[in-house]
């Protein structure tokens, strides 16, 4: 893809969605990382529901180890795989109280915490410190490949690419306006092809 074409793409996006960010409430960052880990196959919607009143009384690692593990399943337990989104988030809270450093901008260490893998590492980085990478979820990986961005079959490889072609200056913007894009405007079903300003890029557009 031509630059002049990203820049077209990122620059529309930037304009449909000028103050794109996470939709996950949060008040801190360990109720961030927190918020990613549980949505997992679950939408951000239902995450802030349970998080509502989760994180009245969750605001520190101690918060969750204090908590009875039945009483932390049962308070996630309408999001999808609560059982060992509980027992990692326990095992995670313990991690963090006795490293806390391990809650930082680097990818590597992030990892080292129960279920963040590296695309939860990226939502975290990219998020609470702005670093300059793109995690792909299936909105994004849905997105970048109508429009020609990448050529991918895997979201963990349209996050690789995207953060290869896209330049730093969108960086900042790239993920959240991907993600808003897909859940949307340029949907699994039924996208708004037309009325969309980036149709003419769009592979999907231009196999109807």
Known sequence: MQKKD????FQTLGKLYPNADTELKFWNNFQLVLAVVMSAQTTDKQVNKVTENLFQIIKTPQDVINMWLDKLTKSISSVNYYNNKAKHIYELSKMLDKE????????DKLQKLPWVWIKTAKVVSYVLFGSKVIAADTHVHRVANRLWLVDTKTPEKTSETLEKIVPDKYKEIAHHTLILFGR??????NPKCSTCELAKLCKYKKSL
């Open 6 to 9: 990203i820049d077209y793409i």
């Open 100 to 107: 806390p450093e391990l809650l930082c901008p680097d990818l």
């Open 184 to 189: 949307y405007y340029c949907t699994a079903k």
